[in-house]
């Protein structure tokens, strides 16, 4: 596609329910970043991708959160018994090659909202 | 931890007005990005700094890189309403991949 696209754009849910946010990154680029940006907040970096391995979770705030992603396609976030702290923008990110010395291009995001 | 500090968070101002932003991250750093985002939108890419003295400018808004002084100004000369938005820097850590970004300035330009 022309740009990196998620989906959904919103996501309500109930506590303690799971979610799969879904990105599909710009064909071709090999790296795939999640971040998560709260109200009012800067973004924070969650997982990054090389390919359909992950280098670095390090930024999974629980273990309720677990992301994959398909080769170099398609990437999933998964939050499991969601809690309302989790209620964010999940913003999703692509680049040609691993490292940011390529620039990154970010999709609209996923607002979540727990109730 | 590599720390990013912005200010101001938020700014109003009125068209044809000059003003700065300030980005001051906390360890040592040579790529440092600038981002816009509209309310509901993506964030969009305006600047990449790499070295020291770097100075970038795109129409009415100029970025630059001290890293010896770990600071990034964003400069705004003759504000413009379509300028509004909210604008982050993000500081490239030694993994060179994971970027750390600032809270963000939501930038008002009032007519």
């Known amino acids: 596609g022309a740009g990196v696209s998620q989906s959904p754009s919103n996501k309500v849910t109930e506590k303690g329910k799971d979610v799969e946010l879904r990105c599909d990154p710009i064909s071709g680029h090999t790296a795939l970043y999640w971040y998560r940006q709260r109200l009012g907040q800067g973004l924070e970096f969650l997982i990054y991708f090389q390919g359909n391995s992950a280098p670095d979770k390090s930024g999974l705030p629980s273990d309720r959160f677990s992301a994959e992603r398909t080769g170099e396609s398609v990437s999933t976030l998964t939050i499991q018994r969601t809690q309302q702290e989790d209620s964010a923008v999940y913003l999703c990110?692509?680049?040609?090659?691993?490292?940011?010395?390529?620039?990154?291009?970010f999709g609209q995001g996923t607002r979540l909202t727990v109730v | 931890e590599l720390k990013v500090e912005q200010n101001p968070l938020f700014l109003s101002m009125q068209e044809g007005k000059n003003y700065t932003i300030y980005c001051n991250y906390s360890t040592t750093s040579d790529r440092l990005y600038w981002y816009r985002q509209d309310p509901g939108k993506s964030l969009e890419s305006l600047f990449v700094?790499?070295?020291?003295?770097a100075v970038k400018q795109e129409g009415r808004l100029m970025a630059s890189l001290d890293t010896k002084a770990r600071l990034s100004t964003l400069h705004i000369t003759a504000a413009v309403h379509d300028l509004s938005a909210t604008y982050f820097c993000a500081v490239g850590g030694g993994s060179n991949y994971k970027l750390t970004f600032g809270k963000g300035t939501l930038l008002t330009v009032n007519p």
């Open positions: 990110a692509s680049s040609l090659f691993g490292g940011m010395n390529t620039e990154a291009f």
């Open positions: 700094l790499l070295s020291n003295g």
